[in-house]
């Protein structure tokens, strides 16, 4: 029975439980911001970056697939690019290009 009034002393008063309550949300905040600064924020301008790379590619570029496969830029559509690599001609979905390794200046200029 002796254990009886240390419990009735740690238990929370209402006042008590409001503030714990306060630093319990203040954690989950700073929680998911850095989350979105860690995280989700740089991928979101990664993607932003890719997306102004695919639109910038033109007839002449060398670019490189999410394949591994280099070539340079011969016909450019909506949604597909025509390469050649090698003695191949290839057509290639705008997406899978990763990056693209030399502008050509001439197509640029067009």
Same mark, same amino acid.
């Given at each position: 029975m002796t254990h009886l009034p240390t419990f009735?002393? %740690?238990a929370p008063s209402g006042q008590q439980s409001g503030s714990a309550l306060f630093i319990f %949300?203040?954690?989950i905040v700073a929680f998911i911001a850095i989350f979105y600064f860690i995280l989700i924020r740089p991928q /979101?301008?990664?993607a932003?970056?890719?997306e102004e790379l695919l639109k910038g590619v033109k007839r002449?570029?060398?670019i490189v697939t999410a394949g591994g496969i280099v070539?340079?830029?011969v016909h450019v559509k909506e949604n597909l690019v025509t390469i050649k690599s090698g003695e191949a001609k290839l057509v290639v979905e705008r997406e899978r290009i990763t990056k693209v390794?030399? /502008?050509n200046p001439a197509a640029s200029a067009e």
């Open positions: 009735a002393m %740690l %949300l203040l954690q /979101r301008q990664q932003k970056k890719h002449g570029d060398e070539g340079e830029v390794t030399a /502008r």
